[in-house]
Protein backbone atom coordinates (compact mmCIF):
# COMPACT_ATOMS: atom_id res chain seq x y z
CA UNK A 1 0.00 0.00 0.00
CA UNK A 2 1.19 3.34 -1.07
CA UNK A 3 1.13 5.84 2.16
CA UNK A 4 2.24 9.34 1.80
CA UNK A 5 3.64 11.65 4.09
CA UNK A 6 0.34 13.43 4.91
CA UNK A 7 -1.33 10.23 5.48
CA UNK A 8 1.43 8.83 7.79
CA UNK A 9 1.59 12.21 10.19
CA UNK A 10 -2.51 12.03 10.22
CA UNK A 11 -2.23 8.34 11.36
CA UNK A 12 0.43 9.20 13.95
CA UNK A 13 -1.09 12.20 15.54
CA UNK A 14 -4.31 10.32 15.68
CA UNK A 15 -2.71 7.28 17.87
CA UNK A 16 -0.75 10.42 19.90
CA UNK A 17 -4.16 11.80 20.74
CA UNK A 18 -5.50 8.56 21.51
CA UNK A 19 -2.70 8.11 23.86
CA UNK A 20 -2.79 11.20 25.69
CA UNK A 21 -6.50 10.83 25.77
CA UNK A 22 -6.30 7.81 27.50
CA UNK A 23 -6.41 8.71 31.42
CA UNK A 24 -9.07 10.91 30.41
CA UNK A 25 -10.98 7.85 28.10
CA UNK A 26 -10.52 5.62 32.24
CA UNK A 27 -12.26 7.81 33.36
CA UNK A 28 -15.26 7.92 31.03
CA UNK A 29 -15.51 4.22 30.21
CA UNK A 30 -14.84 3.25 33.89
CA UNK A 31 -16.79 6.55 35.85
CA UNK A 32 -14.88 7.15 39.15
CA UNK A 33 -11.94 5.08 37.98
CA UNK A 34 -10.14 7.86 39.40
CA UNK A 35 -11.97 8.59 42.59
CA UNK A 36 -8.99 6.91 45.10
CA UNK A 37 -7.84 10.40 43.87
CA UNK A 38 -10.66 12.46 45.06
CA UNK A 39 -8.73 15.66 46.69
CA UNK A 40 -11.33 15.41 49.73
CA UNK A 41 -9.81 11.43 50.27
CA UNK A 42 -6.77 12.37 50.92
CA UNK A 43 -4.85 14.63 53.28
CA UNK A 44 -1.80 14.77 55.50
CA UNK A 45 -1.59 13.12 59.10
CA UNK A 46 -2.14 15.50 61.76
CA UNK A 47 1.18 14.63 63.35
CA UNK A 48 2.82 16.01 60.52
CA UNK A 49 5.67 17.64 60.90
CA UNK A 50 6.13 21.33 58.62
CA UNK A 51 8.22 24.06 57.94
CA UNK A 52 8.59 26.59 55.30
CA UNK A 53 12.37 25.73 55.45
CA UNK A 54 13.81 23.04 56.92
CA UNK A 55 17.56 23.35 57.70
CA UNK A 56 20.10 20.88 59.12
CA UNK A 57 22.93 21.99 61.62
CA UNK A 58 25.85 19.74 62.33
CA UNK A 59 27.84 20.73 65.18
CA UNK A 60 31.54 19.69 64.53
CA UNK A 61 32.77 20.25 67.92
CA UNK A 62 30.24 17.62 68.92
CA UNK A 63 30.95 15.43 66.54
CA UNK A 64 35.34 14.88 66.43
CA UNK A 65 35.75 11.45 64.90
CA UNK A 66 34.23 8.66 62.76
CA UNK A 67 33.13 7.11 65.71
CA UNK A 68 30.96 9.40 66.86
CA UNK A 69 29.60 9.89 63.55
CA UNK A 70 28.54 6.22 62.94
CA UNK A 71 25.60 6.16 64.97
CA UNK A 72 24.06 8.47 62.54
CA UNK A 73 25.28 6.76 59.40
CA UNK A 74 23.96 3.37 60.76
CA UNK A 75 20.90 4.51 62.23
CA UNK A 76 20.34 6.79 58.28
CA UNK A 77 21.68 3.49 56.00
CA UNK A 78 19.85 0.90 58.59
CA UNK A 79 16.07 2.61 57.72
CA UNK A 80 16.79 3.29 54.41
CA UNK A 81 18.15 -0.16 53.32
CA UNK A 82 21.62 1.77 51.41
CA UNK A 83 23.17 -0.92 50.54
CA UNK A 84 27.22 -1.66 51.70
CA UNK A 85 29.35 -1.81 48.68
CA UNK A 86 32.26 -1.35 49.39
CA UNK A 87 35.57 -0.08 47.17
CA UNK A 88 34.37 3.07 44.86
CA UNK A 89 31.04 2.28 43.71
CA UNK A 90 29.68 2.62 46.64
CA UNK A 91 26.28 4.12 47.63
CA UNK A 92 26.00 6.75 50.84
CA UNK A 93 23.47 9.05 51.64
CA UNK A 94 24.92 10.16 55.22
CA UNK A 95 29.24 9.65 55.20
CA UNK A 96 32.65 11.59 56.55
CA UNK A 97 34.95 12.64 54.62
CA UNK A 98 38.37 14.92 55.15
CA UNK A 99 38.41 18.69 55.96
CA UNK A 100 40.40 19.52 52.42
CA UNK A 101 37.10 17.62 50.38
CA UNK A 102 34.35 18.96 52.65
CA UNK A 103 35.36 22.64 52.42
CA UNK A 104 37.88 22.97 49.75
CA UNK A 105 37.52 26.92 49.67
CA UNK A 106 38.65 27.12 53.41
CA UNK A 107 42.21 26.06 53.13
CA UNK A 108 45.07 27.83 53.97
CA UNK A 109 48.24 26.34 55.35
CA UNK A 110 47.63 27.71 58.84
CA UNK A 111 44.48 25.48 59.46
CA UNK A 112 44.61 23.97 63.07
CA UNK A 113 45.71 20.24 62.64
CA UNK A 114 42.66 18.94 65.05
CA UNK A 115 40.53 20.25 61.98
CA UNK A 116 42.85 19.55 59.43
CA UNK A 117 42.14 15.99 60.59
CA UNK A 118 39.01 15.84 61.76
CA UNK A 119 36.20 13.68 59.66
CA UNK A 120 33.60 15.74 58.55
CA UNK A 121 29.66 14.60 57.88
CA UNK A 122 28.77 14.91 54.47
CA UNK A 123 25.02 14.13 52.85
CA UNK A 124 22.37 16.06 50.60
CA UNK A 125 22.63 19.45 51.20
CA UNK A 126 19.24 20.00 50.23
CA UNK A 127 20.31 23.37 48.30
CA UNK A 128 17.89 26.84 47.46
CA UNK A 129 19.32 26.68 44.17
CA UNK A 130 20.05 23.09 43.50
CA UNK A 131 21.98 22.54 40.07
CA UNK A 132 20.92 18.54 40.15
CA UNK A 133 16.73 19.75 39.67
CA UNK A 134 18.16 22.12 37.26
CA UNK A 135 19.43 19.38 35.03
CA UNK A 136 17.31 16.31 35.57
CA UNK A 137 15.63 15.47 32.45
CA UNK A 138 12.69 13.46 33.86
CA UNK A 139 11.70 15.88 36.89
CA UNK A 140 12.51 12.76 39.29
CA UNK A 141 14.68 14.92 41.09
CA UNK A 142 12.54 18.40 42.24
CA UNK A 143 12.35 20.87 45.38
CA UNK A 144 9.28 20.55 47.44
CA UNK A 145 8.40 24.31 48.72
CA UNK A 146 9.44 23.18 52.19
CA UNK A 147 12.99 23.22 50.81
CA UNK A 148 13.49 19.30 50.93
CA UNK A 149 15.22 17.96 47.47
CA UNK A 150 13.17 15.00 46.84
CA UNK A 151 14.11 12.19 44.38
CA UNK A 152 11.35 10.25 43.07
CA UNK A 153 13.19 7.02 42.46
CA UNK A 154 10.19 5.73 40.37
CA UNK A 155 10.72 8.17 37.33
CA UNK A 156 14.88 8.49 37.85
CA UNK A 157 15.95 7.19 34.33
CA UNK A 158 19.29 6.79 35.63
CA UNK A 159 20.94 9.58 33.15
CA UNK A 160 23.43 10.71 35.64
CA UNK A 161 22.90 13.95 35.23
CA UNK A 162 22.11 15.16 38.32
CA UNK A 163 25.73 13.22 39.54
CA UNK A 164 27.39 15.93 36.90
CA UNK A 165 25.17 19.00 38.39
CA UNK A 166 25.59 18.01 42.22
CA UNK A 167 28.92 19.57 43.68
CA UNK A 168 28.77 17.66 46.67
CA UNK A 169 28.95 14.04 45.19
CA UNK A 170 25.48 13.55 47.06
CA UNK A 171 24.13 11.13 44.62
CA UNK A 172 24.56 7.52 44.27
CA UNK A 173 23.79 5.09 41.40
CA UNK A 174 23.05 1.69 41.38
CA UNK A 175 25.17 -0.18 39.34
CA UNK A 176 23.97 -3.26 40.37
CA UNK A 177 21.06 -4.74 42.10
CA UNK A 178 21.45 -3.58 45.66
CA UNK A 179 19.11 -6.24 47.60
CA UNK A 180 22.28 -8.46 47.86
CA UNK A 181 24.02 -5.57 49.97
CA UNK A 182 21.81 -5.18 52.11
CA UNK A 183 22.44 -7.08 55.32
CA UNK A 184 18.86 -6.93 56.53
CA UNK A 185 16.48 -5.68 54.44
CA UNK A 186 13.44 -3.43 56.50
CA UNK A 187 10.74 -4.27 54.82
CA UNK A 188 9.19 -0.90 55.42
CA UNK A 189 10.92 1.04 53.29
CA UNK A 190 12.16 -0.20 49.52
CA UNK A 191 15.23 -0.89 48.35
CA UNK A 192 16.24 0.47 44.93
CA UNK A 193 16.70 -1.08 41.66
CA UNK A 194 19.75 -1.05 39.17
CA UNK A 195 19.80 2.22 37.42
CA UNK A 196 18.71 4.35 40.00
CA UNK A 197 20.34 7.35 41.55
CA UNK A 198 19.73 8.09 45.31
CA UNK A 199 20.41 10.63 48.18
CA UNK A 200 19.11 11.62 50.93
CA UNK A 201 15.54 12.50 51.52
CA UNK A 202 15.96 14.57 54.71
CA UNK A 203 13.55 11.62 56.25
CA UNK A 204 10.75 13.25 54.44
CA UNK A 205 8.79 9.45 54.66
CA UNK A 206 9.34 10.16 58.79
CA UNK A 207 8.38 13.86 59.05
CA UNK A 208 5.21 13.23 56.94
CA UNK A 209 4.74 11.19 60.04
CA UNK A 210 5.41 13.61 62.64
CA UNK A 211 9.30 12.42 63.47
CA UNK A 212 12.25 13.99 63.50
CA UNK A 213 14.85 12.55 60.90
CA UNK A 214 16.83 9.33 61.83
CA UNK A 215 20.36 10.69 61.85
CA UNK A 216 18.96 13.51 63.90
CA UNK A 217 17.23 11.05 66.66
CA UNK A 218 20.45 9.24 67.41
CA UNK A 219 22.93 12.58 67.38
CA UNK A 220 22.24 13.20 70.92
CA UNK A 221 22.06 16.72 70.13
CA UNK A 222 24.80 16.62 67.74
CA UNK A 223 22.53 17.65 64.72
CA UNK A 224 19.57 19.85 65.12
CA UNK A 225 17.44 20.09 62.22
CA UNK A 226 14.44 22.81 62.23
CA UNK A 227 12.73 25.64 60.01
CA UNK A 228 14.94 28.35 59.26
CA UNK A 229 12.02 30.35 58.59
CA UNK A 230 10.92 30.43 61.84
CA UNK A 231 12.66 33.07 63.93
CA UNK A 232 12.11 31.38 66.90
CA UNK A 233 13.13 27.85 66.28
CA UNK A 234 16.22 25.95 67.89
CA UNK A 235 17.96 26.29 64.16
CA UNK A 236 17.55 29.89 63.96
CA UNK A 237 18.49 30.42 67.82
CA UNK A 238 21.97 28.18 67.65
CA UNK A 239 22.88 30.08 64.14
CA UNK A 240 22.33 32.94 65.68
CA UNK A 241 24.95 32.64 68.60
CA UNK A 242 27.59 30.03 66.54
CA UNK A 243 29.85 30.51 64.12
CA UNK A 244 28.62 28.35 61.15
CA UNK A 245 29.88 27.35 57.67
CA UNK A 246 28.40 25.77 54.32
CA UNK A 247 29.92 24.22 51.86
CA UNK A 248 31.22 25.86 48.66
CA UNK A 249 29.20 29.02 49.18
CA UNK A 250 31.00 30.65 46.28
CA UNK A 251 29.14 27.87 43.83
CA UNK A 252 25.70 29.67 44.83
CA UNK A 253 23.65 26.38 45.28
CA UNK A 254 22.50 28.21 49.26
CA UNK A 255 23.11 25.12 51.11
CA UNK A 256 21.04 24.41 53.87
CA UNK A 257 23.07 22.43 55.97
CA UNK A 258 25.32 24.48 58.15
CA UNK A 259 28.57 23.46 60.10
CA UNK A 260 28.88 24.45 63.35
CA UNK A 261 32.24 25.56 64.05
CA UNK B 1 8.63 -14.97 -9.07
CA UNK B 2 12.01 -15.44 -8.76
CA UNK B 3 12.60 -17.97 -6.07
CA UNK B 4 9.46 -18.57 -5.60
CA UNK B 5 9.91 -21.93 -3.72
CA UNK B 6 12.10 -20.51 -1.08
CA UNK B 7 10.57 -17.27 -0.40
CA UNK B 8 6.72 -18.65 -0.22
CA UNK B 9 7.65 -21.14 2.08
CA UNK B 10 9.75 -18.67 4.39
CA UNK B 11 7.24 -16.30 4.42
CA UNK B 12 4.82 -18.74 5.66
CA UNK B 13 7.10 -20.01 8.42
CA UNK B 14 8.12 -16.93 9.10
CA UNK B 15 4.39 -15.40 10.02
CA UNK B 16 3.84 -19.01 11.46
CA UNK B 17 5.90 -18.08 13.63
CA UNK B 18 5.11 -14.49 14.45
CA UNK B 19 1.25 -15.17 15.15
CA UNK B 20 2.70 -18.13 17.34
CA UNK B 21 1.77 -16.34 20.76
CA UNK B 22 -1.76 -15.77 19.49
CA UNK B 23 -2.66 -18.98 17.97
CA UNK B 24 -1.06 -21.01 21.04
CA UNK B 25 -3.07 -19.64 23.36
CA UNK B 26 -6.38 -20.15 21.51
CA UNK B 27 -9.06 -22.70 23.09
CA UNK B 28 -7.83 -22.84 26.68
CA UNK B 29 -10.57 -20.87 28.86
CA UNK B 30 -9.59 -18.94 31.11
CA UNK B 31 -9.93 -20.05 34.91
CA UNK B 32 -9.68 -17.20 38.13
CA UNK B 33 -7.38 -18.28 39.92
CA UNK B 34 -8.75 -18.91 43.94
CA UNK B 35 -7.27 -16.42 46.25
CA UNK B 36 -6.67 -16.41 49.98
CA UNK B 37 -8.34 -13.38 51.14
CA UNK B 38 -7.17 -12.05 54.50
CA UNK B 39 -8.67 -13.54 57.91
CA UNK B 40 -8.21 -10.37 60.15
CA UNK B 41 -9.71 -8.11 58.20
CA UNK B 42 -13.41 -8.05 56.12
CA UNK B 43 -13.17 -4.74 53.74
CA UNK B 44 -10.78 -3.47 51.67
CA UNK B 45 -9.76 0.28 51.60
CA UNK B 46 -12.39 0.80 48.84
CA UNK B 47 -15.46 -2.08 47.46
CA UNK B 48 -13.64 -4.99 46.11
CA UNK B 49 -15.07 -5.11 42.93
CA UNK B 50 -13.72 -1.83 42.13
CA UNK B 51 -10.53 -2.88 43.65
CA UNK B 52 -10.11 -5.97 41.63
CA UNK B 53 -11.05 -4.58 38.33
CA UNK B 54 -8.71 -0.77 39.69
CA UNK B 55 -6.16 -1.38 42.02
CA UNK B 56 -3.42 -0.66 39.74
CA UNK B 57 -4.82 2.98 39.64
CA UNK B 58 -5.17 3.26 43.00
CA UNK B 59 -1.78 2.43 43.62
CA UNK B 60 -0.39 4.46 40.87
CA UNK B 61 -2.29 7.49 42.29
CA UNK B 62 -0.85 6.95 45.76
CA UNK B 63 2.03 6.63 44.77
CA UNK B 64 2.10 10.11 42.95
CA UNK B 65 0.09 11.25 46.05
CA UNK B 66 2.61 10.34 48.37
CA UNK B 67 6.11 11.02 46.69
CA UNK B 68 5.44 14.46 44.28
CA UNK B 69 2.57 15.76 46.71
CA UNK B 70 3.29 14.79 50.20
CA UNK B 71 0.02 13.40 50.91
CA UNK B 72 -0.45 10.28 52.52
CA UNK B 73 -3.60 9.82 54.38
CA UNK B 74 -6.22 8.46 52.94
CA UNK B 75 -9.66 8.82 54.15
CA UNK B 76 -12.18 5.94 52.53
CA UNK B 77 -15.88 6.29 52.40
CA UNK B 78 -16.62 5.06 55.54
CA UNK B 79 -14.50 7.22 56.91
CA UNK B 80 -11.70 5.02 58.16
CA UNK B 81 -8.01 6.34 57.94
CA UNK B 82 -5.02 4.47 55.85
CA UNK B 83 -1.37 5.07 55.35
CA UNK B 84 -1.04 5.38 51.54
CA UNK B 85 1.59 2.34 51.75
CA UNK B 86 2.33 -0.58 49.40
CA UNK B 87 3.98 -1.89 52.60
CA UNK B 88 2.51 -0.34 55.63
CA UNK B 89 -0.87 -0.85 54.44
CA UNK B 90 -1.45 -3.16 51.29
CA UNK B 91 0.81 -5.95 52.08
CA UNK B 92 1.08 -5.40 56.21
CA UNK B 93 0.43 -8.39 58.40
CA UNK B 94 -3.25 -7.51 58.99
CA UNK B 95 -3.84 -7.50 54.97
CA UNK B 96 -2.42 -9.14 52.27
CA UNK B 97 0.89 -10.49 54.40
CA UNK B 98 1.13 -13.40 51.63
CA UNK B 99 2.04 -12.59 48.32
CA UNK B 100 1.86 -15.41 46.73
CA UNK B 101 -1.38 -16.75 47.61
CA UNK B 102 -3.27 -13.22 46.57
CA UNK B 103 -1.12 -11.00 44.18
CA UNK B 104 0.66 -13.65 42.31
CA UNK B 105 -1.84 -16.16 41.57
CA UNK B 106 -3.72 -13.45 39.29
CA UNK B 107 -0.50 -12.01 38.00
CA UNK B 108 0.65 -15.55 36.99
CA UNK B 109 -2.15 -16.04 35.85
CA UNK B 110 -2.32 -12.96 33.88
CA UNK B 111 1.29 -13.98 32.91
CA UNK B 112 1.79 -10.08 34.00
CA UNK B 113 4.98 -9.42 36.31
CA UNK B 114 4.71 -5.90 37.92
CA UNK B 115 7.72 -4.71 38.76
CA UNK B 116 6.81 -2.94 41.76
CA UNK B 117 8.37 -6.24 44.23
CA UNK B 118 11.53 -5.07 42.64
CA UNK B 119 11.77 -2.20 44.99
CA UNK B 120 9.28 -2.81 47.47
CA UNK B 121 9.81 -5.26 49.68
CA UNK B 122 7.32 -8.06 50.91
CA UNK B 123 7.02 -8.16 54.58
CA UNK B 124 7.25 -11.87 55.43
CA UNK B 125 4.35 -13.77 56.66
CA UNK B 126 3.80 -13.37 60.32
CA UNK B 127 6.14 -10.79 60.51
CA UNK B 128 5.20 -7.21 61.70
S1 LIG C 1 23.65 18.77 47.59
FE1 LIG C 1 23.70 18.07 45.47
S2 LIG C 1 22.02 16.60 45.35
FE2 LIG C 1 21.67 17.81 47.20
S3 LIG C 1 20.35 19.51 46.54
FE3 LIG C 1 22.45 20.26 46.43
S4 LIG C 1 23.04 19.87 44.31
FE4 LIG C 1 21.23 18.60 44.69
S1 LIG D 1 19.72 10.09 37.04
FE1 LIG D 1 17.55 10.15 37.60
S2 LIG D 1 17.38 11.80 39.11
FE2 LIG D 1 19.38 12.04 38.10
S3 LIG D 1 19.04 13.49 36.45
FE3 LIG D 1 18.73 11.46 35.54
S4 LIG D 1 16.55 11.01 35.80
FE4 LIG D 1 17.01 12.76 37.12
Redesign the pocket.
Given at each position: MAINRRTFLKAAGLTTLAGVAGHAAMELLAPGALEAARPESVGRFPEELTAKRWAMLIDTKKFTTVQTYQRSIDACHVLHNVPHIPGDQEIKWLWTDSFKHVFPDQQHELVPDAIKNQPFLAL????DN????RVCPTKATFKRDDGI?MMDMHRCIGCRY?MA????G??SFNFWDPRPFIANIDPYYPTRMIGVVE?CTFCEDRLARGQIPACVEVSEGAMIFGDLDNQDSEVRRVLRERYSLRRKPSLG?K?HVFYLI | MYNAGKIIPGLLIFLGLVTFPFWSNLGGAYEAPELVMPEAEEECVLAGDWMRANHMILLDDWRDLAVRDNKRLFTNDAGKRFDMSLTKTCLSSQCHANKDTFCDRCHDALAITPNCWDCHVVPTVGEE
Amino acid sequence: MAINRRTFLKAAGLTTLAGVAGHAAMELLAPGALEAARPESVGRFPEELTAKRWAMLIDTKKFTTVQTYQRSIDACHVLHNVPHIPGDQEIKWLWTDSFKHVFPDQQHELVPDAIKNQPFLALCNHCDNPPCVRVCPTKATFKRDDGIVMMDMHRCIGCRYCMAGCPYGARSFNFWDPRPFIANIDPYYPTRMIGVVEKCTFCEDRLARGQIPACVEVSEGAMIFGDLDNQDSEVRRVLRERYSLRRKPSLGTKPHVFYLI
Amino acid sequence: MYNAGKIIPGLLIFLGLVTFPFWSNLGGAYEAPELVMPEAEEECVLAGDWMRANHMILLDDWRDLAVRDNKRLFTNDAGKRFDMSLTKTCLSSQCHANKDTFCDRCHDALAITPNCWDCHVVPTVGEE
